[in-house]
């Protein structure tokens, strides 16, 4: 009989931990907006299409927390999907003015939003 061997395995991705959170209101580090952080994925999880799109020169990389923004500038609100490298604290302690925040969070108290209760059955 042979000997049983250990077989070696590759590492996985390192994955680090989300410098931001949900409900924490953030700024774009280039681009004039602000949000209000509504998910985070641990690494870009967005199409190629998407990516693709983004200037080579400024093309965040893919190793790193992406984050969902209830964002809003000048022109109104939407959803943006940033990098975590694109990111700062926004300081004002102001509320987002995207209309979209009183859906997935309840309250906004010295400059951090609070989620819903979850509804479930």
């Known amino acids: 009989m042979g000997r049983a061997t250990e077989t070696e395995t590759a590492p996985g991705p390192v994955i680090r931990l989300a410098k931001f959170g949900i409900g ?12 209000v952080i509504f998910d985070v994925d641990p690494v870009f999880a967005n199409t190629e299409e998407w990516w693709e799109a983004i200037p ?3 093309r965040p990389r893919k190793d790193q927390p992406f984050y969902h923004l209830l964002a809003e500038n000048d022109e ?31 309250s906004f108290e010295d400059g951090q939003y609070h ?3 979850r509804i479930t059955h």
């Open 24 to 35: 924490q209101v953030v700024r774009h580090r280039v681009f004039d907006f602000r949000g």
């Open 76 to 106: 109104g609100g939407y959803v943006a999907y940033v990098s975590e490298q694109n990111l700062v604290p926004d300081t004002t302690g102001e509320p987002v003015g995207n209309p979209k925040t009183s859906l997935i969070f309840d």
């Open 56 to 58: 080579a020169e400024v």
């Open 115 to 117: 989620l819903r209760p």
